[in-house]
């Protein structure tokens, strides 16, 4: 990847993750992007979900840095500075919501919503897998006819972070899954459902 470091791979209680993380250090320019089909994603009342780990590992605020799910470089996505995140579309920022916490890994969950009326909407929730109730920062509008490129991106001066399980999908349920019980666990928990089974009685 250009000029990311390979870190060891973040994780987030109740969501599957594997592999390494992306690693961008301040003062340094970071860029990655990857293409997809977007045919039959950005039709009427059409959802897109996307969610990523992020954690800030180092430094106060300075600069910002984009996770763009869709048309490039600053576009349809979250935007965050630090430990603040907001959604953004085509320039414009949603209100900042503020984790609060360094050297902890954040789950961004997402959901870019289609109108033909014009009021096309990115919302995002923070620590919330089920996306439930308001969403924490949102921006809505008639933005541009989104093309199929993820657009990782940023140039910080006094922070350091990392970017981890990004995923998208046309449900809740695709960008959350749960992890897979070890064997081990599994045998625990039949034998749990075991005990709880009403005995019968010799005849």
Do not use: C
């Amino acid at each position: 990847m250009n000029s990311w470091r390979v870190q060891p791979g973040l994780t987030y209680a109740g969501i599957t993750s594997s592999g390494s993380a992306a690693d961008a250090t301040r003062n340094v320019r970071h860029e990655e992007s990857r293409t997809f089909d977007v045919s039959g994603l950005t039709g009427d009342g059409s959802e897109l979900w996307f969610s990523a780990l992020y954690t800030v590992t180092d430094g106060g605020s300075g600069n910002t840095a984009s996770l763009s799910i869709l048309g490039g470089k600053d576009s349809w996505g979250i935007h965050f500075n630090n430990t603040n995140f907001a959604a953004m579309a085509n320039g414009q920022v949603g209100n900042l919501i503020n984790s609060g916490t360094r050297d902890e890994t954040q789950l961004v969950v997402g959901k870019i919503t289609f109108s033909d009326a014009g009021n096309d909407t990115v919302a995002i929730w923070l620590n919330d897998k089920t996306a439930s109730g308001t969403a924490h920062s949102s921006v809505s509008g008639d933005f541009a006819s989104p093309t199929g490129l993820v657009y990782l991106n940023g140039f910080t001066s006094a922070f350091d972070w990392k970017v981890d399980e990004l995923r998208l999908g046309t449900t809740l349920a695709d960008v959350t899954p749960a992890p897979i019980p070890e064997p081990a666990s599994l045998a625990l928990l039949g034998l749990g459902v075991a005990l709880m089974l009403p005995r019968r009685r010799g005849h």
